[in-house]
T-cell receptor, first 113, second 111 residues
Framework: DGGITQSPKYLFRKEGQNVTLSCEQNLNHDAMYWYRQDPGQGLRLIYYSQIVNDFQKGDIAEGYSVSREKKESFPLTVTSAQKNPTAFYLC????????????FGPGTRLLVL | GESVGLHLPTLSVQEGDNSIINCAYSNSASDYFIWYKQESGKGPQFIIDIRSNMDKRQGQRVTVLLNKTVKHLSLQIAATQPGDSAVYFCAEMLGYQKVTFGIGTKLQVIP
């Protein structure tokens, strides 16, 4: 069954803690993306990667970091520098150069304790 | 996610009626548009797309209309069903490079 998965579904962060959100895809897509979704706002791009070992900042990269060591995986770390991390985080993937056809994962909800 | 719909405009429609969801986009140069459906607690799903050289495109039970003069996009859902209840949002692209997502509308189907 091809698709894109995110884990965990819910994640709790303590003050000053770094947390990592997982995103895995078996669609053989080169491009992967991380978005943040807040109530009453459109999706905002955090980071994206067009190919393994390469990634670029999106519109709201501050307080986040990513890695792309494998084609299938694009984990997102929410660092302690992100002062307002509570949000719904969505990962997506696409064929490189076909950003218009993105497949989204089910999302991870991050909550601050 | 579940709380995404709390601050959105809501459209309530009787089951079986047609739904029309509207979207105003921002960039007159955008050349590609997409409608997504997002059910509670899930990721967005592609519904239908339209290129800027078209003004109408039909899918299964859905139709997208594009009015470039007023930068307006609409999604029509025929014979709305309870399973259509979700948040719907549009996205615009410029040169197939940068995607800008709209805020969305929550569709509630009344049985």
């Amino acid at each position: 069954d091809g698709g894109i998965t995110q884990s965990p579904k819910y994640l709790f962060r303590k003050e000053g803690q770094n947390v990592t959100l997982s995103c895995e895809q078996n669609l053989n897509h080169d491009a992967m993306y991380w978005y943040r979704q807040d109530p009453g706002q459109g999706l905002r791009l955090i980071y994206y990667s067009q190919i393994v070992n390469d990634f670029q900042k999106g519109d709201i990269a501050e307080g986040y970091s990513v890695s792309r060591e494998k084609k299938e995986s694009f984990p997102l770390t929410v660092t302690s520098a992100q002062k307002n991390p509570t949000a719904f985080y969505l990962c997506a993937s696409s064929i490189s150069g076909q950003q218009e056809t993105q497949y989204f994962g089910p999302g991870t909800r991050l909550l601050v304790l | 996610g579940e709380s995404v719909g709390l601050h959105l405009p809501t459209l309530s429609v009787q089951e079986g009626d047609n739904s029309i969801i509207n979207c105003a986009y921002s960039n007159s140069a955008s050349d590609y548009f997409i409608w997504y459906k997002q059910e509670s607690g899930k990721g967005p799903q592609f519904i239908i797309d339209i290129r800027s050289n078209m003004d109408k495109r039909q899918g299964q039970r859905v139709t997208v209309l594009l009015n470039k003069t007023v930068k307006h996009l609409s999604l029509q859902i025929a014979a709305t069903q309870p399973g259509d209840s979700a948040v719907y949002f549009c996205a615009e692209m410029l040169g197939y490079q940068k995607v800008t997502f709209g805020i969305g509308t929550k569709l509630q189907v009344i049985p």
